[in-house]
T-cell receptor, first 111, second 113 residues
Framework: QKEVEQNSGPLSVPEGAIASLNCTYS??????FFWYRQYSGKSPELIMS????GDKEDGRFTAQLNKASQYVSLLIRDSQPSDSATYLC???????????FGKGTRLHILP | EAGVAQSPRYKIIEKRQSVAFWCNPI?????LYWYQQILGQGPKLLIQ????????DSQLPKDRFSAERLKGVDSTLKIQPAKLEDSAVYLC???????????FGDGTRLSIL
């Protein structure tokens, strides 16, 4: 199993609906989790960071972390065409402070 | 707050030539990262610095890639000699420490002919 796994997509969601992006990881000893958004031809930009189990909300974005089940998800409410991008999941391993990125999920919001 | 600065933005070279990239992190950020991102893939960590010491360079092809971070601030990444498979975007990022979010520069798009 790869250390960080994401469905590559594309995930197509109608405008105004909720987009749900998921990420699973194989190492239990992780404490920092991040979601980055990357537009085509641009560099990644931080959307959310989450460090403890549960939900964290920021505007239309909610990150959910479940360490027991080893997954972290990102929900985007009221999806907009401008949300169309690749979403990268990343985590930092406790054992060596190493950051690992998933390959990303392409999200397409349908107008 | 000024962001992460990278140069050049684009570079085209022929295989077997050498190339160097420069990165200036956000002021005060101790941790600096170089990534290689091939089209359609997530960023691959090449090297991670904590101040001017190397934390992780396990995925750096050391026979052709080298990186340094003098005085714990600016960093350069060099490729010598370049191969066709080195065509990618090279991203520099920095963070206050390894557990905090990273901020990325605009990247350097490298094309090898």
């Amino acid at each position: 199993q790869k250390e960080v796994e994401q469905n590559s997509g594309p995930l197509s969601v109608p405008e105004g609906a909720i987009a749900s992006l998921n990420c699973t990881y194989s190492d239990r000893v992780s404490q920092s989790f991040f979601w980055y958004r990357q537009y085509s031809g641009k560099s990644p930009e931080l959307i959310m960071s989450i460090y403890s189990n549960g939900d964290k909300e920021d505007g239309r974005f909610t990150a959910q972390l479940n360490k027991a089940s080893q997954y972290v998800s990102l929900l985007i409410r009221d999806s907009q065409p401008s949300d169309s991008a690749t979403y990268l999941c990343a985590l930092v391993l406790n054992r060596d402070d190493k950051i690992i990125f998933g390959k990303g999920t392409r999200l397409h919001i349908l107008p | 707050e000024a962001g992460v600065a990278q140069s050049p933005r684009y570079k085209i070279i022929e295989k077997r030539q050498s190339v160097a990239f420069w990165c200036n992190p956000i002021s005060g950020h101790a941790t600096l990262y170089w990534y290689q991102q091939i089209l359609g893939q997530g960023p691959k960590l090449l090297i991670q610095f904590q101040n001017n010491g190397v934390v992780d360079d396990s995925q750096l092809p050391k026979d052709r890639f080298s990186a340094e971070r003098l005085k714990g601030v600016d960093s350069t990444l060099k490729i010598q000699p370049a191969k066709l498979e080195d065509s990618a975007v090279y991203l520099c990022a920095s963070s206050s420490d390894s557990f905090q979010p990273q901020h990325f520069g605009d990247g350097t798009r490298l094309s090898i002919l």
